[in-house]
Protein backbone atom coordinates (compact mmCIF):
# COMPACT_ATOMS: atom_id res chain seq x y z
CA UNK A 1 0.00 0.00 0.00
CA UNK A 2 1.20 3.43 -0.88
CA UNK A 3 2.09 6.00 1.51
CA UNK A 4 -0.74 8.59 2.52
CA UNK A 5 0.51 12.53 1.63
CA UNK A 6 -0.68 15.19 3.56
CA UNK A 7 -2.13 16.32 -0.10
CA UNK A 8 -4.05 12.35 0.12
CA UNK A 9 -6.05 13.49 3.03
CA UNK A 10 -7.17 16.98 1.47
CA UNK A 11 -8.11 15.07 -1.41
CA UNK A 12 -10.35 12.30 0.85
CA UNK A 13 -11.34 15.53 2.57
CA UNK A 14 -12.49 16.98 -0.58
CA UNK A 15 -14.41 13.69 -1.68
CA UNK A 16 -15.95 12.92 1.45
CA UNK A 17 -17.68 16.34 1.74
CA UNK A 18 -18.73 15.78 -2.22
CA UNK A 19 -20.25 12.88 -1.62
CA UNK A 20 -21.98 14.29 1.17
CA UNK A 21 -23.09 17.51 -1.18
CA UNK A 22 -24.39 14.35 -4.14
CA UNK A 23 -21.44 15.52 -6.21
CA UNK A 24 -20.47 12.50 -6.31
CA UNK A 25 -21.71 9.02 -6.50
CA UNK A 26 -19.50 5.96 -4.95
CA UNK A 27 -20.79 2.21 -6.68
CA UNK A 28 -19.72 -0.96 -5.85
CA UNK A 29 -18.93 -4.28 -6.82
CA UNK A 30 -20.35 -7.03 -4.33
CA UNK A 31 -18.89 -9.79 -6.09
CA UNK A 32 -15.13 -8.46 -5.87
CA UNK A 33 -15.65 -6.68 -2.22
CA UNK A 34 -17.08 -9.87 -0.89
CA UNK A 35 -14.16 -11.85 -0.66
CA UNK A 36 -11.57 -12.99 1.57
CA UNK A 37 -8.71 -10.54 1.18
CA UNK A 38 -10.96 -7.44 1.13
CA UNK A 39 -10.84 -4.89 3.81
CA UNK A 40 -14.77 -5.08 4.01
CA UNK A 41 -15.17 -8.93 4.01
CA UNK A 42 -16.93 -10.61 6.72
CA UNK A 43 -16.94 -14.26 6.73
CA UNK A 44 -19.62 -15.02 9.13
CA UNK A 45 -22.23 -12.58 7.26
CA UNK A 46 -21.48 -14.36 4.34
CA UNK A 47 -21.31 -17.89 5.74
CA UNK A 48 -24.21 -17.80 8.97
CA UNK A 49 -27.41 -17.29 7.16
CA UNK A 50 -27.04 -20.01 4.68
CA UNK A 51 -25.75 -22.37 7.19
CA UNK A 52 -29.09 -21.37 8.94
CA UNK A 53 -31.17 -22.47 6.15
CA UNK A 54 -29.24 -25.57 5.49
CA UNK A 55 -29.82 -26.65 8.94
CA UNK A 56 -33.20 -25.83 9.03
CA UNK A 57 -33.70 -27.69 5.86
CA UNK A 58 -32.46 -31.28 7.53
CA UNK A 59 -34.03 -30.68 10.66
CA UNK A 60 -37.47 -30.26 8.43
CA UNK A 61 -36.01 -33.41 6.64
CA UNK A 62 -35.53 -35.06 9.73
CA UNK A 63 -38.57 -34.61 11.33
CA UNK A 64 -41.04 -34.02 8.07
CA UNK A 65 -39.58 -36.55 5.59
CA UNK A 66 -37.91 -36.65 2.09
CA UNK A 67 -40.68 -34.72 0.38
CA UNK A 68 -40.86 -32.45 3.15
CA UNK A 69 -37.32 -31.98 3.30
CA UNK A 70 -36.34 -31.27 -0.08
CA UNK A 71 -39.41 -28.73 -0.42
CA UNK A 72 -37.26 -26.74 2.77
CA UNK A 73 -34.41 -26.94 1.13
CA UNK A 74 -35.53 -25.40 -2.24
CA UNK A 75 -37.49 -22.72 -0.27
CA UNK A 76 -33.94 -21.93 2.17
CA UNK A 77 -32.11 -21.78 -1.07
CA UNK A 78 -34.73 -19.13 -2.65
CA UNK A 79 -35.20 -17.49 0.39
CA UNK A 80 -31.24 -17.11 0.20
CA UNK A 81 -31.54 -16.04 -3.66
CA UNK A 82 -33.93 -13.37 -2.88
CA UNK A 83 -33.59 -11.90 0.31
CA UNK A 84 -30.22 -12.98 2.02
CA UNK A 85 -27.90 -12.02 -1.31
CA UNK A 86 -29.50 -8.27 -1.37
CA UNK A 87 -29.35 -8.10 2.23
CA UNK A 88 -25.72 -9.17 2.17
CA UNK A 89 -24.62 -6.67 -0.56
CA UNK A 90 -26.36 -4.04 1.10
CA UNK A 91 -24.37 -5.18 4.12
CA UNK A 92 -20.89 -5.19 2.43
CA UNK A 93 -21.62 -1.37 0.21
CA UNK A 94 -22.70 0.12 3.85
CA UNK A 95 -19.43 -1.24 5.52
CA UNK A 96 -17.50 -0.19 2.21
CA UNK A 97 -18.85 3.50 2.04
CA UNK A 98 -18.07 3.40 6.03
CA UNK A 99 -14.46 2.35 5.12
CA UNK A 100 -13.92 4.40 2.33
CA UNK A 101 -14.85 7.66 4.12
CA UNK A 102 -13.17 6.90 7.59
CA UNK A 103 -9.59 8.36 6.64
CA UNK A 104 -7.25 8.51 3.44
CA UNK A 105 -5.30 5.59 5.13
CA UNK A 106 -8.20 3.20 4.89
CA UNK A 107 -9.79 4.64 1.82
CA UNK A 108 -6.22 3.91 -0.01
CA UNK A 109 -6.46 0.11 1.05
CA UNK A 110 -10.30 -0.42 -0.08
CA UNK A 111 -9.51 1.23 -3.25
CA UNK A 112 -5.91 -1.03 -3.89
CA UNK A 113 -8.29 -4.55 -3.44
CA UNK A 114 -10.35 -2.79 -6.06
CA UNK A 115 -14.46 -2.99 -6.88
CA UNK A 116 -14.82 0.63 -6.33
CA UNK A 117 -16.03 3.18 -8.81
CA UNK A 118 -16.00 7.25 -8.24
CA UNK A 119 -18.57 8.87 -10.75
CA UNK A 120 -19.76 12.45 -10.90
CA UNK A 121 -23.31 12.18 -9.59
CA UNK A 122 -24.59 14.72 -13.09
CA UNK A 123 -21.98 13.36 -15.57
CA UNK A 124 -21.69 9.28 -14.46
CA UNK A 125 -19.72 9.00 -17.61
CA UNK A 126 -16.84 11.09 -15.95
CA UNK A 127 -15.32 8.14 -13.26
CA UNK A 128 -12.33 6.44 -11.72
CA UNK A 129 -12.60 2.39 -11.71
CA UNK A 130 -10.27 0.67 -8.78
CA UNK A 131 -7.57 -0.38 -8.59
CA UNK A 132 -6.28 0.66 -11.81
CA UNK A 133 -7.92 3.63 -12.27
CA UNK A 134 -6.78 6.93 -10.08
CA UNK A 135 -8.98 8.67 -7.09
CA UNK A 136 -6.15 11.51 -7.15
CA UNK A 137 -6.43 12.89 -10.57
CA UNK A 138 -10.11 12.36 -10.41
CA UNK A 139 -10.90 14.16 -7.38
CA UNK A 140 -8.02 16.89 -8.97
CA UNK A 141 -9.53 16.79 -11.74
CA UNK A 142 -13.89 16.96 -10.71
CA UNK A 143 -14.19 18.22 -7.81
CA UNK A 144 -14.16 21.97 -6.46
CA UNK A 145 -10.99 23.06 -4.90
CA UNK A 146 -11.43 25.22 -1.28
CA UNK A 147 -10.43 28.21 -3.32
CA UNK A 148 -13.82 28.43 -4.79
CA UNK A 149 -12.08 27.09 -8.51
CA UNK A 150 -14.43 25.26 -10.31
CA UNK A 151 -13.12 22.00 -12.33
CA UNK A 152 -15.93 20.68 -13.28
CA UNK A 153 -16.71 23.02 -16.13
CA UNK A 154 -15.73 21.69 -19.36
CA UNK A 155 -13.93 18.34 -18.80
CA UNK A 156 -12.35 17.13 -21.64
CA UNK A 157 -14.24 14.86 -23.86
CA UNK A 158 -14.59 11.10 -23.19
CA UNK A 159 -12.28 11.84 -20.27
CA UNK A 160 -12.03 8.97 -17.80
CA UNK A 161 -9.57 7.33 -15.18
CA UNK A 162 -9.34 3.77 -15.66
CA UNK A 163 -9.44 0.68 -18.51
CA UNK A 164 -13.27 0.11 -19.09
CA UNK A 165 -14.03 3.55 -17.22
CA UNK A 166 -17.47 4.32 -19.09
CA UNK A 167 -18.66 0.76 -18.38
CA UNK A 168 -21.30 0.28 -15.41
CA UNK A 169 -22.15 -3.41 -15.43
CA UNK A 170 -21.44 -4.95 -11.88
CA UNK A 171 -21.28 -2.05 -9.85
CA UNK A 172 -24.46 -0.69 -7.34
CA UNK A 173 -25.32 2.13 -5.38
CA UNK A 174 -27.55 0.83 -3.08
CA UNK A 175 -30.31 3.43 -2.00
CA UNK A 176 -31.22 3.15 2.02
Given at each position: MARISAHDKVLHDRLRAAYERN?????????????????????????????????????????????????ALVMGLAIYALVIRKWLARQVYNRAL???????????????????????????????RAPRGSWRAFVDRYLPQADGADPLTAPPAGASFGPGADRRSGFSREVE
Open positions: VVSIYTEFQRLNTPGSPVFNPWESVLPLLVLLLLAVIVLLVGGILVGMGITLMVDAKTFQAVWDHGGVVLAMTDRPQHQA
